[in-house]
């Protein structure tokens, strides 16, 4: 293929270097002669191990060469990429004037060009920016519609400095964000022989999934310098814990707490969250991460309350009380807390939830549920379709598979809020979902 870079920093003089060793023909962009120079010259702008190899062979077959004429480039090439910086902020912004400016030179020129272009976004971009920048300028300075006379894609790189040559050659996944079929398809096909799967979004989509990851490879290091700082505190070597965490890919290093939804209850969760940064009090041990963990699990109780707040209705079918389906463990249940608040706003509740119905006449927690919570298991009724239909909102508070239904198609005239994953797209219609 065809390719024009723009911006030879980091990311540019890598993919330059990367795609042209893999036979495409490249071209690369930059502002800066010096840099221009050293690429022409198949040295490396920056330093990463194993790039100006590839540069080198670049330029001497053929297939990669650097100029300033961004006009050039882009009627040369069938495909942009784009990875300019994007700095921070004092503010914790983007700076996107380097992405403005590139966008306005690649619209300019396409707006003469017969080729159909693909404009591909390299650069690491919050979700919005290409809907809100990026197409914008694109379509004004071309006079063309984005998706039809030109296409536009996002392709986040997941490229570590040091590594950056492995990186490309061996990903654990390749996104492509696409506004068109078309677009998605040329990218897919650059990438092809790479043993990775290809994955295939919606723009905002793909530009999330670059932050996620980012944000929690950031997580996980800020997590075990906690940890390793609390154990430390108490003579252990953290990096003994860690390595032990590390080698549970059932649970800890796994999908399994990775799913987006309602906050966490049960015997274990909350109290050993409360007394590991209890004990790292007493120790003078900073922590402010894990320290937030139990005011985001708040926090989170209180957005379910406000979605079913928000719409203005007063009867409300709670499905679900314990704090997951097949038990009927109450202890710290998020849904009880949820329930309270509801009672305590003057909501008309009905609970249904056929263990903790159970439990009130026979288990083991027939206690707790009489002594701790009289005034919401009152509210407990053995009858679903009976709840169901003298409500207006029904909440679907835990992952019990009788429950699915509701969210897949909503009773007429109800509202359904999904607070653990039922469905199976975004929030549309009379369906809505804590996190999507």
């Given at each position: 293929m065809?390719?024009?870079i723009?911006?030879?920093?980091?990311v540019g003089?890598?993919?330059a270097?990367?795609?042209?060793?893999?036979?495409?023909?490249?071209i690369?962009?930059d502002i800066?002669?010096?840099?221009?120079?050293?690429?022409n010259?198949g040295?490396?702008p920056?330093?990463e191990?194993?790039?100006e190899?590839?540069?080198?062979?670049g330029?001497?077959?053929g297939?990669?060469?650097g100029?300033?004429?961004?006009?050039a480039a882009v009627?040369?090439s069938?495909?942009?990429?784009?990875c300019v910086?994007?700095?921070?902020?004092k503010?914790?912004d983007l700076?996107?004037?380097?992405?403005e400016s590139v966008?306005?030179?690649i619209?300019?020129?396409?707006?003469?060009?017969?080729e159909?272009?693909?404009?591909?976004v390299r650069?690491t971009?919050l979700?919005?920016?290409v809907?809100?920048v990026?197409?914008?300028i694109l379509e004004?300075c071309?006079?063309k519609?984005a998706?039809v006379d030109?296409g536009v894609?996002?392709?986040p790189e997941?490229l570590?400095?040091?590594t950056?040559?492995?990186?490309?050659?061996?990903?654990?996944?390749?996104?492509?964000g696409?506004l068109?079929?078309?677009?998605?398809?040329?990218?897919?096909?650059?990438y092809r022989?790479?043993?990775a799967?290809?994955?295939?979004k919606?723009?905002?989509?793909a530009?999330m999934?670059?932050?996620t990851?980012?944000?929690?490879?950031?997580?996980k290091?800020?997590?075990a310098?906690?940890i390793?700082n609390i154990a430390?505190?108490?003579?252990?070597d953290?990096?003994e814990?860690m390595?032990?965490v590390?080698?549970d890919?059932t649970l800890n290093?796994?999908?399994y707490y990775?799913?987006p939804?309602?906050?966490f209850?049960?015997?274990?969760?909350p109290?050993d969250v409360r007394a590991?940064t209890?004990?790292?009090s007493q120790?003078?041990v900073?922590h402010?991460?894990?320290?937030?963990?139990m005011?985001?699990?708040?926090?989170?109780?209180q957005?379910?309350?406000n979605?079913i707040?928000s719409h203005?209705?007063r009867?409300?079918?709670?499905?679900g009380?314990?704090?997951?389906?097949?038990t009927?463990?109450l202890?710290?249940?998020?849904l009880?807390e949820l329930a309270?608040?509801l009672?305590?706003?003057?909501?008309?509740l009905?609970i249904?939830?056929?263990?903790?119905?159970?439990a009130?006449?026979?288990?083991a927690?027939k206690?707790y549920?009489?002594?701790k919570?009289?005034?919401?298991s009152?509210l407990?009724n053995?009858?679903?379709a009976?709840?169901?239909a003298n409500?207006?909102?029904?909440v679907?508070g835990n992952r019990d598979e009788?429950f699915?239904?509701?969210a897949?198609?909503?009773?007429?005239?109800?509202?359904?809020?999904d607070?653990?994953?039922f469905m199976?797209h975004?929030?549309?219609g009379?369906?809505?979902g804590i996190?999507?």
């Amino acid at each position: 293929m065809r390719i024009s870079i723009f911006g030879l920093g980091y990311v540019g003089a890598v993919c330059a270097g990367c795609l042209s060793s893999r036979g495409h023909e490249v071209i690369g962009v930059d502002i800066s002669a010096a840099k221009i120079d050293l690429i022409n010259k198949g040295k490396s702008p920056i330093v990463e191990p194993g790039l100006e190899v590839l540069l080198e062979k670049g330029i001497h077959s053929g297939l990669l060469r650097g100029t300033t004429d961004f006009a050039a480039a882009v009627r040369d090439s069938e495909m942009s990429f784009i990875c300019v910086g994007t700095p921070s902020k004092k503010n914790g912004d983007l700076e996107l004037n380097y992405i403005e400016s590139v966008c306005r030179e690649i619209g300019l020129v396409l707006r003469d060009k017969t080729e159909r272009h693909t404009v591909v976004v390299r650069s690491t971009v919050l979700p919005g920016t290409v809907k809100d920048v990026v197409i914008p300028i694109l379509e004004d300075c071309s006079g063309k519609k984005a998706g039809v006379d030109f296409g536009v894609a996002v392709n986040p790189e997941f490229l570590r400095e040091s590594t950056a040559i492995k990186d490309y050659d061996q990903p654990p996944m390749t996104v492509i964000g696409q506004l068109d079929t078309q677009s998605g398809d040329i990218l897919e096909e650059l990438y092809r022989e790479l043993d990775a799967p290809i994955i295939r979004k919606d723009i905002a989509v793909a530009e999330m999934i670059k932050y996620t990851c980012n944000v929690w490879h950031a997580a996980k290091v800020t997590f075990a310098n906690e940890i390793g700082n609390i154990a430390k505190a108490v003579g252990v070597d953290g990096r003994e814990v860690m390595d032990v965490v590390c080698q549970d890919k059932t649970l800890n290093l796994s999908q399994y707490y990775m799913r987006p939804g309602f906050a966490f209850g049960g015997s274990c969760l909350p109290k050993d969250v409360r007394a590991l940064t209890y004990r790292a009090s007493q120790l003078d041990v900073e922590h402010p991460m894990l320290g937030s963990i139990m005011r985001s699990n708040v926090a989170q109780v209180q957005n379910a309350f406000n979605i079913i707040a928000s719409h203005d209705k007063r009867k409300v079918a709670l499905l679900g009380l314990s704090f997951k389906a097949g038990t009927d463990d109450l202890r710290e249940s998020p849904l009880v807390e949820l329930a309270e608040m509801l009672i305590g706003k003057g909501f008309d509740l009905s609970i249904y939830d056929s263990n903790v119905e159970y439990a009130r006449v026979y288990g083991a927690n027939k206690d707790y549920i009489e002594s701790k919570i009289p005034h919401v298991s009152s509210l407990l009724n053995s009858d679903l379709a009976q709840v169901i239909a003298n409500s207006d909102i029904i909440v679907l508070g835990n992952r019990d598979e009788q429950f699915r239904v509701l969210a897949q198609q909503a009773p007429e005239g109800k509202r359904v809020v999904d607070l653990v994953g039922f469905m199976a797209h975004a929030s549309s219609g009379a369906s809505e979902g804590i996190c999507w």
